[in-house]
């Protein structure tokens, strides 16, 4: 079975703080996601990666930044927390770039910044 | 742009009767879609998927949805829920943006079972 992990289930950070969110999965899967869920909103994507170094803003990526040094692992990174960036973070993985290919998420952390 | 709509966000059923959620998208191409569940706490988990022939398509946990383009839908279907089916669920639709398989999800419906 594909494993996505990702570091921290619950997060709480200040304002200003800079904030790193961490993704790995097992199966050597080429793409990587990031999204946020909001209550009404659904899931909306961050980041995205296809390969190691490479990567893709969503339709949200104000705010955010990412780093895909090893295939295995996606990292999000806060530069400096708000308030309005507390919400619930999932990270996907998919083996290629195939359009029917499945998207395999892990748990989500529950980020608040205070 | 494409887009995907939800249009019930909280849905009650009894444990036994059928369920439908609907699921309407706007795609230019011929779309692939999938539904996604997600149990409180939890991560999203896939239902099912279509991407090309049979527009009946059956998915694990006793789920399955119809590919209609003529309506642009994507309704996901059980004949019998069960208490475990309480959680909540997520349409989506792919490609986008230059291909790979990004996709673009709905807001979702939570499904409440009462016993």
């Known amino acids: 079975d594909v494993k996505v992990t990702q570091s921290s289930r619950y997060l709480v950070k200040r304002t200003g703080e800079k904030v790193f969110l961490e993704c790995v999965q097992d199966?050597?899967?080429?793409?990587m996601f990031w999204y946020r869920q909001d209550p009404g909103l659904g899931l909306r994507l961050i980041y995205f990666s296809y390969d190691v170094k490479m990567k893709e803003k969503g339709d949200i990526p104000e705010g955010y930044s990412v780093s895909r040094e090893k295939k295995e692992r996606f990292s999000l990174i806060l530069e400096s927390a708000s308030t309005n960036q507390t919400s619930m973070y999932l990270c996907?993985?998919?083996?290629?770039?195939?359009?029917?290919?499945?998207?395999?998420f892990g748990p989500g952390t529950r980020l608040t910044v205070l | 742009a494409q887009s995907v709509t939800q249009p019930d966000i909280h849905i009650t059923v009894s444990e036994g009767a059928s369920l439908e959620l609907r699921c309407n998208y706007s795609?230019?191409?011929?779309?692939?879609l999938f539904w996604y569940v997600q149990s409180p706490g939890q991560g999203l988990q896939l239902l099912l998927k279509y991407f090309s022939g049979d527009t009946l398509v059956q998915g694990i946990k006793g789920f399955e949805a119809e590919f209609k383009r003529s309506q642009s839908s994507f309704n996901l279907r059980k004949p019998s829920v069960h208490w475990s089916d309480a959680a909540e669920y997520f349409c989506a639709v792919g490609p986008y943006g230059g291909g790979g398989n990004k996709l673009t999800f709905g807001t979702g419906t939570q499904l409440k079972v009462e016993l």
């Open positions: 795609y230019g191409a011929t779309p692939y």
């Open positions: 996907a993985s998919s083996l290629g770039s195939g359009g029917a290919d499945t998207q395999y």
């Open positions: 199966m050597d899967h080429e793409n």
